[in-house]
């Protein structure tokens, strides 16, 4: 057995140990028997290739569906994606995939990216948590398998919610802002015991530098490593990277005088998974051509994803939207990312707001921004996945609600949905990757 096989069964046993409800659990348990799989198959770096996709699904319900595939309507678009994924399947020193997704109210609390990051780095390796915005900037905001917070005074800052005037939020559109000395925010591996996150290499921050701007101190683990002074002759997102011994840490950055504006912070490792999971109220791609270009730019381009996500619909309301902003949109991200995949996201169905008293039936728009979604993939040839269709289509949010897994006004999505779609995408994700790997076994093998 080899040694990533080994560490795979400790970490199930760490699991069994520390768990804290069944669903961890299973999580742990299923991925760490993928893992193993993974590891064992591919001690030999460009021999066979394994990939493990599940035969039965952990979240099930009486409404489940066929899982639909992901679709390359770029023909090859996908294709450098997922030869990194075999690389980082075949264990390859180095290799890391990076993957970005953007969504709405139902992803700024991190579950349904919880989720997918959990699955894919206990299979394929844990390559750091990636990217947490310092602050809260909603009450419900609160990353998985990492810890962070604030203490003091400050206030938080959003593109939809509560936006600012000078428009600068860098590329998450989000943003905390303190000037109470000894004001502090922090971000924490997640704790012992948990399938992933547990450990970190490095930590890239983010700022503002402006004019009288403010100073703070970063700490690692309780050290002062400097003392930062954000004032600048003009705003500008800066940034600054830490390297540390892989292991658990704490960053914390302590206002020192003046007012002091932070972003975020990205986790990683060297080997593995890396997965952002951006979200932001009423999110679509208009709001986030409104955003500062440059800030948006210049943040994507420091993440350098391999494959980026776009899941919105729910507040577009008209599918001429899409025609006429996914352009732009697309020349944006094409800009900022040019080795990238991207693929885009059907919204899930919702239910329409009707008087009280009457039945609840599903929004009839969403049929056409899912096939107005669809139309765009395939104009900008990327790829894509029916998110919709996975849930059941038309008609299926009032039944997901009366069975808890939708919150009760029939739009956003509960813990128990979120986790679905993030199980019904990983395992489109694994079954689209063995495909790939049975038509050609040498995939990730490097250059031939």
């Not at 490095?202 to 954000?230: H, I, M, Q």
Request: proline share 5%; aromatic share 8%.
């Amino acid at each position: 057995m080899s040694k990533a096989a080994l560490d795979a069964l400790r970490k199930l046993d760490r699991s069994r140990a520390n768990a804290r409800s069944s669903a961890d659990m299973r999580v742990a348990l299923g991925l760490c028997i993928a893992m193993l799989g993974v590891a064992d198959a591919n001690a030999d770096k460009c021999g066979p290739l394994v990939i493990p996709v599940p035969g039965k699904f952990e979240q099930v319900s009486r409404h489940d569906v066929k899982v639909p595939d992901i679709v390359d309507y770029g023909e090859r678009q996908l294709d450098p994606f997922f030869e990194k994924l075999a690389r980082v399947a075949r264990g390859v020193p180095g290799a890391v995939v990076r993957i970005g997704t953007y969504g709405d109210s139902n992803w700024t609390n991190d579950r349904t990216a919880g989720d997918m990051r959990r699955r894919l780095q206990v299979a394929f390796g844990d390559a750091g948590h990636g990217f947490v915005a310092f602050g809260i900037p909603w009450g419900w905001y609160h990353h998985q398998n990492i810890q962070h917070g604030v203490t003091g005074k400050w206030n938080a800052w959003n593109l939809s919610a509560m936006p600012i005037r000078d428009g600068m939020y860098s590329f998450a559109g989000v943003s905390a802002e303190s000037s109470q000395a000894g004001a502090t925010a922090w971000v924490e591996t997640a704790k012992s015991g948990d399938p992933v996150g547990t450990a970190a290499s490095s930590f890239e921050l983010s700022y503002l530098a402006r004019p009288k701007g403010g100073s703070f101190e970063v700490l690692l683990d309780g050290e002062v490593k400097e003392v930062v002074d954000s004032e600048a002759t003009a705003a500008e997102v800066k940034y600054l990277r830490y390297k540390v011994a892989d292991g658990a840490h704490r960053l914390t950055i302590k206002i020192k005088k003046g007012s002091v504006r932070l972003f975020g912070v990205a986790l990683e490792r060297d080997r593995g998974i890396v997965l952002d999971g951006i979200g932001m109220n009423a999110l679509n791609p208009l709001r986030m051509t409104k955003m500062d270009r440059a800030q948006l730019a210049a943040g994507l381009t420091k993440r350098n994803y391999d494959l980026l996500i776009e899941t919105t619909g729910t507040n577009v309301w008209s599918p001429i939207d899409h025609k006429t902003v996914m352009p732009e949109f697309m020349t944006l991200l094409r800009g900022a990312l040019p080795n990238a995949a991207f693929m885009l996201w059907s919204a899930p169905d919702f239910v329409k707001m009707n008087r009280e008293g009457e039945p609840a039936i599903s929004e009839p728009f969403m049929r056409f921004m899912a096939r107005a979604k669809r139309e765009m993939a395939q104009i900008h040839k990327i790829g894509w996945w029916d998110q919709f269709e996975a849930l059941g289509g038309f008609g299926s949010a009032p039944k997901w609600t009366k069975d808890h897994f939708y919150e009760p006004d029939g739009i956003h999505i509960g813990p128990r949905m979120n986790a679905y779609i993030g199980e019904r995408f990983v395992h489109a994700l694994l079954a689209e990757l063995a495909r790939r790997v049975e038509k050609d076994p040498k995939l990730g093998c490097g250059s031939r």
